[in-house]
């Protein structure tokens, strides 16, 4: 069964320091998601991309994030100069429709010390 | 954020058991719905999705969406060790916004 793949599974990082979190969503999917869950907290979303673009971002998706379409399978989410606050799992999905159920990556445990 | 609200449990059932896990919500608007199931350290995995009311059966789950009471459920018949995972709700407006609004999850454990 298709999957999304999520790399790497836990990132470690200093605060102030920048990462970046990569995603391969399902090859035939259009639109792709971030979002995140805190421990202990609800699934938030941060982005929704399509057509190369962000078609939607929440209020935490400030300028400190960004995401790319480098290539034709890659998504990328960059958090810079990450603070303590933005420890938290990060889930890429993707979907074929907007309306339609998405599919998760297994998720990036980022811990900022 | 009170959009979505649903009992974190934790709940435990004996094997065979039939669960029952709810979300109720505020938003009107919400037309999509979905039930979401994580294991430990996985991403959610998509269970059920439903549009609008109504029910909606696949297998040993079932869900059930009503809408003038702001009520989604999610039924396990014939419940496993396997089932045993967090349960997520999740929902969307039809009209704006590509984002789903999430439940904070049901821990459920199935006892052989």
């Known amino acids: 069964e298709p999957e999304v793949t999520q790399t790497p599974s836990h990132q470690v990082t200093q605060m102030g320091q920048e990462v970046i979190l990569r995603c391969v969503p399902i090859?035939?999917?259009?639109?792709f998601y971030w979002y995140r869950q805190i421990l202990g907290q609800k699934v938030e979303f941060l982005v929704s991309?399509?057509?190369?673009?962000?078609?939607?971002k929440s209020e935490i998706f400030d300028d400190q994030f960004s995401v790319e379409r480098p290539d034709g399978s890659n998504f990328t989410l960059k958090i810079r100069s990450t603070k303590l606050e933005d420890s938290a799992m990060y889930f890429c999905?993707?979907?074929?429709?907007?309306?339609?159920?998405?599919?998760f990556g297994s998720g990036t445990r980022l811990t900022v010390v | 954020q009170k959009e979505v609200e649903q009992d974190p449990g934790p709940l435990s059932v004996p094997e065979g058991a039939i669960v029952s896990l709810n979300c109720t919500y505020s938003?009107?608007?919400?037309?999509?719905f979905m039930w979401y199931r994580q294991y430990s350290r996985k991403g959610p995995e998509l269970l059920m999705y439903?549009?609008?009311?109504g029910n909606k059966e696949d297998g040993r789950f079932t869900a059930q969406v009503d809408k003038s009471s702001k009520y989604i459920s999610l039924f396990i018949r014939d419940s496993q060790p396997s089932d045993s995972a967090t349960y997520l709700c999740?929902?969307?407006?039809?009209?704006?916004?590509?984002?789903?609004?999430f439940g904070t999850g049901t821990s459920l454990t199935v006892i052989p």
């Open positions: 938003n009107s608007a919400f037309q999509y």
């Open positions: 439903t549009y609008s009311s």
């Open positions: 999740a929902m969307r407006d039809e009209n704006t916004g590509n984002q789903f609004y």
């Open positions: 991309f399509y057509n190369n673009e962000i078609s939607e």
């Open positions: 999905a993707s979907s074929v429709d907007r309306d339609y159920g998405y599919t």
């Open positions: 090859s035939n999917h259009l639109y």
